[in-house]
Nanobody, 126 residues
Framework: QLQFVESGGGLVQPGGSLTLSCVVSRGALGNYAIGWFRQAPGKEREGVACINRSGGSTNYADSVMGRFTISRDDAKNTVYLQMSALEPEDTAAYYC???????????????????WGQGTQVTISS
């Protein structure tokens, strides 16, 4: 079983940057592909980025392409989501999730992920 602790959320002005971290507190990150999802109040959860088990393949939602970067450091049991040029529309609770697939066939299908973190809030506001 895998357990995560997410951190790095906060209040940032539009145009600002944040880096979210997802640290594995129990288990080994290297056995899983990872996705980052977000959910804004009143909206459905949406996938924003994913990375395969080896770290050699990443995928981004159109809404964050060119602004967000997902990466992993298996030695530190940590996955990162670097976010820049943040917009008010990026306001949401952000979650990391782990999949038993080496490469998730449908990166943004939350049903393909087995383990979820508790989330960290990101608020973009002036």
């Amino acid at each position: 079983q895998l357990q995560f602790v997410e951190s790095g959320g906060g209040l940032v002005q539009p145009g600002g940057s944040l880096t979210l971290s997802c640290v594995v507190s129990r288990g080994a990150l290297g056995n899983y592909a990872i996705g980052w999802f977000r959910q804004a109040p009143g909206k459905e959860r949406e996938g924003v980025a994913c990375i395969n088990r080896s770290g050699g393949s990443t995928n981004y939602a159109d809404s964050v392409m060119g602004r967000f970067t997902i990466s992993r450091d298996d030695a530190k049991n940590t996955v990162y989501l670097q976010m820049s040029a943040l917009e008010p529309e990026d306001t949401a609770a952000y979650y990391c999730a782990a999949s038993l697939f080496s490469t998730v066939p449908d990166c943004y299908n939350s049903n393909l992920y087995t383990y979820w973190g508790q989330g960290t809030q990101v608020t973009i506001s002036s």
